[in-house]
């Protein structure tokens, strides 16, 4: 496992694809924070469909950089299908990790430089845990969403893209577009469930367990079946 990490890491700096996305995720953090009048939860709710955007673009680019050439002797080196493929997802959540550590740490660190862009009793241990959670949850579930709907899956790159866009925009809006067009629900349930998890702390002062209970065990089970998805396909498609 550690020899595919290593590979999957060689692979991604090998390429500088993921620049872009991480300085554009940089970016909404220094703008968004500029204004010193956010507030924790809100902010991580926030920070959470960014990051589930984000990381769904950079698990997309990541499937991109694979050449079938390499990935052959690799496969046949490592001689385990589930293996391989769950190196990809295990290297993918690292990065989704500290993207999702920066997410939680940025605004406490904004904090401490000026002074306290949130008051210091707003804040407690409860809601770092449990807005890193979120984050987490959030990216993985971007991240495997990214990795499914890859171009050799779709059989061609334009179209995996308007279906990921898609997808995308339909997870960020769920709720709203389902209390809006109750039609919807036909399709959106298929979606991530990026905006049951945000949607369910929207108006909190400070994260409560008992509240996001649901929406985390809904949201781990999804990340469960995308998984299965994704490796089922590979096994399927192989190169």
Do not use: H
Request: aromatic letters at 14%; one cysteine or more.
């Amino acid at each position: 496992m550690i020899a595919l990490l290593k590979y999957n890491y060689k692979i991604y700096m090998k390429y500088n694809k993921f620049m872009i996305p991480v300085i554009f995720y940089l970016l909404f953090q220094l703008i968004y924070y500029s204004t010193g009048s956010e507030k924790f939860v809100p902010s991580i709710i926030v920070c959470a469909s960014v990051v589930f955007c984000i990381m769904t673009w950079m698990g997309f680019s990541y499937c991109e950089l694979q050449d079938w050439r390499t990935e052959q002797i690799v496969f046949l080196k490592t001689n385990n299908r589930n293996l391989y493929w769950i190196s990809k997802i295990i290297f993918m959540s690292i990065i989704e990790s500290i993207i999702s550590l920066v997410g939680v740490l940025w605004p406490l660190i904004i904090s401490c430089i000026n002074n306290g862009v949130f008051s210091n009793d707003e804040i407690n241990i409860n809601d770092i845990v449990l807005g890193f959670l979120i984050l987490v949850l959030s990216a993985l579930m971007g991240t495997l969403l990214g990795m499914i709907f890859q171009g050799k899956v779709l059989g061609n790159r334009n179209r995996a893209i308007l279906v990921l866009f898609l997808s995308v925009i339909m997870s960020v809006v769920k709720i709203p577009m389902a209390n809006e067009y109750p039609i919807t629900k036909i399709i959106t349930w298929l979606v991530p469930p990026i905006n049951n998890l945000t949607n369910s702390c929207m108006n909190m002062a400070n994260f409560s367990l008992s509240i996001l209970v649901i929406p985390i065990i809904y949201s781990m089970l999804y990340i469960f079946v995308e998984v299965m998805v994704y490796v089922g396909l590979m096994k399927k498609i192989l190169f």
